[in-house]
């Protein structure tokens, strides 16, 4: 599987897609998980509300945030995937962080859901023929690759975790 092109997606995407290594996306979404994984479980319980600066995410919220993105591209894909036509509406992440009420929930609960979405997205990417990684769409007033779509969820991710190391949890 190669890496989208232009036109595939925003070009402000291109942040995440880049980060992510040639191979076989699939793979590397179940790979990348156990690494993000074991850097969320040196997380010690009185970290989980930190934030680096006034109106930053804590880190229960970034990886709420994780999971919001990870459910939202997959379903963009699955939805692109299946031959839907319609454009799906862009998505706003503050006011997405503001009502999802991550910085309430235990990181190892979100970590958890994020693992559970994680495996089903591997499963239903794995599933794709051809095809269906080659169909496009429309999100947010903007082209969208089923192809792009993974490679933007695997670099989401990326980018967030060197966040994760450098801002919240260097120096501690």
Do not use: C
């Not at 089903?120 to 599933?127: H, I, K, R, S, T």
Request: charged content about 30%; glycine content about 8%; hydrophobic content about 40%.
């Amino acid at each position: 599987m190669t890496r989208p092109v232009s036109g595939e997606f925003h070009e402000y995407y291109d942040r995440y897609v880049s980060r992510v290594p040639d191979g076989d996306i699939v793979e590397i979404l179940a790979a990348q998980w156990e690494a993000t994984r074991t850097l969320l479980a040196s997380v010690p319980p009185e970290r989980e509300e930190y934030r680096y600066a006034e109106g930053k995410w804590s880190v229960r919220e970034v990886v709420g945030h994780l999971v919001d993105v990870e459910r939202l591209f997959a379903f963009r894909a699955l939805w692109i995937g299946r031959g839907a036509v319609e454009e799906q509406p862009s998505m706003e992440q503050d006011d997405w962080a503001a009502t999802s009420n991550a910085g309430g929930l235990r990181l190892a609960d979100l970590v958890a859901e994020w693992g559970v979405a994680r495996r089903a997205n591997v499963l239903m990417f794995a599933g794709f023929d051809e095809d269906t990684w080659s169909r496009r769409g429309m999100a947010g007033g903007n082209p969208l690759t089923v192809r792009a779509a993974a490679w933007i969820i695997a670099g989401h991710e990326l980018h967030h975790r060197v966040l994760l190391k450098r801002d919240y949890l260097e120096g501690r």
